[in-house]
Every structure is written in C-alpha cells, then in structure tokens.
C-alpha cells in the first residue's frame, strides 16, 4: 500500500502527466521510522518545505508537520509496520500540465513504506571498497544539495560500481573535490580532524550528515570542520565513511590500495544509537 495524496492506494500507478517522470520535477525525503516513531522527523520535515521553496513549488497551506506525520504513520500501520523498523520514501512533485515551463505550481505527493531488518544502527562488518567516478562531474550550486528526482549522475555512478566490482563510488564536483558517495555524504578523519565537504561544495544537505557534525562536535578529543576534501587526502586518511539516515554510518574500508580503519565510525555509530532511543523514549 502507498498514500497517493492522501488516499491509500494498492498499487503505485505512472501517469503521463506526472512531471516527476518527465522532468524529474519533484523532491523527496527518505526516512526511517522505528516502531512507529519518525527518526529526525522535524530536520526531514524543514528540509521538505526548503526543497520545495527553492524549486518554486506552491506549499499547500495544510502541508503542515502534524499531517504529513499523521500521514506516514497511518501508512505504516495499514502496512503493519507499526512495531517494525520501516523505510519511508515521500515525493512530492508539480502537478501541472506544460512542458518545462508548467501551467501552474499546485502539486502531488506519494508515500511509500518498505520494512527494514534493523531497528538501531550497527557498523556493518562486511567489505566496502570504493573509488572516484569521474565522468561526469557535480555542480557546485544550490540545487545539487537538494534531494530531487533528477540523479542520473548517481545511477550512471552506481552502474559504474557494479561494472568495476565496488561497493560505491565518490562522486566529485566540477572543481575536481570530493563532494559525496552514491548513496550518502562523505566524511573523513585524520587524526582527532574529522572532515566533511561543505554544502557550497555541492554535497547532499543530509540529515544523517547534519546529526553527526553536532554529535562530533560534543565529543571531546575530536574536532569538526566542513571543508573541501581533496582526493589526494583519501589515501592519508586514518578513516573514511558514508552516512544516510537509514543505514547511519558505512565505513569505507578500502580505496585504492589503502585500507581503512572503523574506530570511529563506530563510536559515533554509538552516539546515533543513543540520540535514536532518546528520540523514540520521547514520543512515547
């Protein structure tokens, strides 16, 4: 079952006007829900209504955070995914006819729900190798921070991984610095350093991304800083990780030929853990 603006559906349908298909015109948030709990609903939230300001969509005025909470809630119910751990995908997207220059800005959103194996967040013990696309670059603006529909450059990436047997790829700006993995943002330690690129890099504004620099910059002995990542610092890092909100922390352990320690990340995989359950203790 999805939530088709509102009504629960059987089945996703495709329609010929839905510009998110044709256009990619349309934004979206992924989200994790544990037992009935919205994880760092209100940072997905503020997010949502940004994206939606910047790419000039008309925000309806019942779009309000109590309803589209209600709605995913409701929607993992009729799923029974109530007591479970779930993935939460909204698009939102223009509704309107016209080619690239709609008729009108009012819009439509979906909602969808998928179950998850994992209730808290745990380091996975498997290998992960990545390496540099380089074939097509990110554009240091505004709109490459934004979640929209539009990542070809993510799936050609993704297609390139597979082919060369990685488990993700580090995707570069048109200023040849690292910016992001496939899949999440991208941080680096280097002694008590640990770096992540900054959003006028170009990088995904994550949630996940945004949790962590306040959670490190609590901790004692380690020190936070948004700046441009070289890939000639890769290979001089003690650590490299990807993060996202449903997986939380996925340690890089090899690029090239340098293998990477997990000390970190899994501290900091602890640190989630307990902002998680102080996150579901309270909605309870």
């Not at 640990?194 to 020190?223: A, Y």
């Not at 293998?259 to 989630?272: D, H, K, M, N």
Request: hydrophobic share 45%; with cysteine; glycine share 6%.
């Amino acid at each position: 079952m999805i939530n088709f603006n509102g009504n629960l559906e059987s089945k996703e349908h495709v329609f010929s006007s839905n510009r998110a298909f044709k256009y990619g015109d349309a934004v979206f948030e992924t989200i994790k829900v544990v037992n009935g709990t919205i994880l760092f609903w209100e940072d997905h939230y503020f997010r949502l209504m940004a994206s939606m300001r910047i790419v000039r969509m008309e925000i309806p005025m019942g779009f309000t955070m109590e309803f589209l909470e209600a709605q995913i809630i409701n929607l993992v119910d009729v799923n029974n995914l109530l007591n479970a751990p779930a993935r939460i995908r909204m698009t939102v997207f223009r509704d309107a006819l016209g080619l690239y220059k709609p008729e009108q800005n009012d819009i439509s959103y979906f909602i969808e729900v998928k179950p998850l194996q994992e209730t808290t967040y745990r380091l996975s013990s498997e290998l992960c190798e990545v390496d540099l696309f380089k074939d097509h670059y990110i554009t240091p603006q505004l709109l490459s921070t934004l979640k929209t529909t539009n990542r070809v450059l993510n799936v050609i990436a993704g297609v390139f991984a597979k082919e060369n047997e990685l488990e993700n790829c580090l995707l570069l700006n048109s200023n040849k610095q690292v910016v992001e993995a496939i899949n999440g943002n991208v941080f680096l330690v280097k002694g008590n350093i640990i770096k992540t690129p900054p959003l006028s890099d170009g990088c995904i504004k994550g949630v996940m991304r945004k949790q962590l620099i306040e959670i490190i910059g609590k901790l004692d002995g380690f020190t936070v800083e948004e700046s441009s990542v070289s890939p000639f610092e890769l290979q001089k890092a003690d650590e490299l990780f990807i993060t996202n909100v449903i997986q939380g922390v996925i340690s890089i352990t090899k690029y090239r030929k340098k293998i990477f320690e997990t000390t970190v990340a899994s501290i900091l995989v602890g640190e989630i853990n307990k902002l998680s359950v102080g996150i579901q203790l309270m909605n309870k």
